[in-house]
């Protein structure tokens, strides 16, 4: 089993910037890569960006390619989601996913992942 905890949302004006934290224990060493998905009021859960957690190959959604960027630290088994130029439209509960099966290429879709964590809701104002 993967545990995911997710850290550093927040209330922030449009144009800011702030950084997500996910933090994983468990079996680390099964993780194949790392995603972020995120949940608008009233909306679907939808794919936000991808790490390969060996590689560290990166994939994003079109909507924030360019404003957020993936990453993660090995060591720390951390992977951070910097979001910067932040529009109101980015408020939502984010949540980091744990793929534990090698799965090249299937990021995008919620089933593409084995583990999830609590989420931790951002709030951007205009």
């Known amino acids: 089993q993967v545990q995911l905890v997710e850290s550093g949302g927040g209330l922030v004006q449009a144009g800011g910037s702030l950084r997500l934290s996910c933090a994983a224990s468990?079996?680390?060493?099964?993780?194949?890569?790392m995603g972020w998905f995120r949940q608008g009021p009233g909306k679907e859960r939808e794919f936000v960006a991808a790490?390969?957690?060996?590689?560290?190959?990166?994939y994003y959604a079109d909507s924030v390619k360019g404003r957020f960027t993936i990453s993660r630290d090995n060591a720390k088994n951390t992977v951070y989601l910097q979001m910067n130029s932040l529009k109101p439209e980015d408020t939502a509960v984010y949540y980091c996913?744990?793929?534990?099966?090698?799965?090249?290429?299937?990021?995008?879709?919620?089933?593409?992942?084995?583990?999830w964590g609590q989420g931790t809701q951002v709030t951007v104002s205009s």
């Open positions: 996913a744990a793929q534990t099966e090698d799965r090249i290429g299937h990021y995008v879709y919620t089933w593409d992942y084995d583990y």
């Open positions: 468990g079996r680390t060493f099964s993780i194949y890569a």
């Open positions: 790490i390969r957690w060996s590689a560290g190959n990166t």
